[in-house]
């Protein structure tokens, strides 16, 4: 192998090193807010915000090597595809980061572990959600994209619970105080925004295996006139 090639490959393999590396830290940080959450223990949900620091700082060093990367190589094709999704996955990393932070900083507000309907509702959802990221995580590191779009595919099935959910907790709940009830919602909501960023990966990831790009939204708009 050539010298330049034998570098460019040193390069690819630290890229997915550390993105590997991150996305870890990453599901550690969600499954430690569920754990958190559940158990009713406060010293992990302060472990948890204290832990993403690193994850930013591992994100912004990331982004710096991807960059170093595209302007040493020049790359096209499939290596200019993985380095572009490896830029946008490790935003969705840092993000799914951020959520368990917050999940945690809400969990802390609780008077006690969630209880009855509510624990049931979020059980399901952070099960689901650390379930889907640990799939879109493995198809990325295999480059698999028959299990990326099932992880697409299970991401959907998710979200259509989670939302079903948001209205079953304020119309079942009536123990739970005003501030209990927000914090709880703040953290349904958490969940489900790291299973669309877990989506999102998926979604790199066939960009990156096969170059097909997701397609247009459609919006579909009703005009009334002033008579309707």
Known sequence: MAHYEARLERDLEQIRS??????????????TASLALFSGDQELSYGVC?????INRASRSL?????GFIAVHLPSAGHLRFVSSAMHINTELERIGDYAKTISRESVQLTQPPSGMIR???????????????QAVSAFKNSD?????AGIRAANEAGRRVHTGFA???????SATTRELLCTLII?????????????????T?????????????????????DN
């Open 63 to 67: 982004d710096k090597i991807c960059l």
């Open 18 to 31: 550390k993105l590997c590396d991150l996305a870890e830290a990453a599901q550690t940080a969600v499954e």
């Open 168 to 174: 079953s907790l304020v119309a079942g709940e009536d």
């Open 188 to 204: 349904l909501n958490c969940f489900d925004r790291v299973v669309d960023q877990s989506k999102n990966i998926c979604e790199e």
């Open 120 to 134: 049931g509702q979020l059980e399901q959802v952070s099960t689901e959600a650390c379930r889907i990221l640990e």
């Open 145 to 149: 994209a028959e299990a990326a779009r």
């Open 206 to 226: 066939i960009f990156a295996v096969t170059g097909e790009t997701k397609a247009a939204k459609s919006y579909r708009v009703l005009f009334l006139d002033s």
């Open 50 to 54: 204290l832990a993403d620091h690193p």
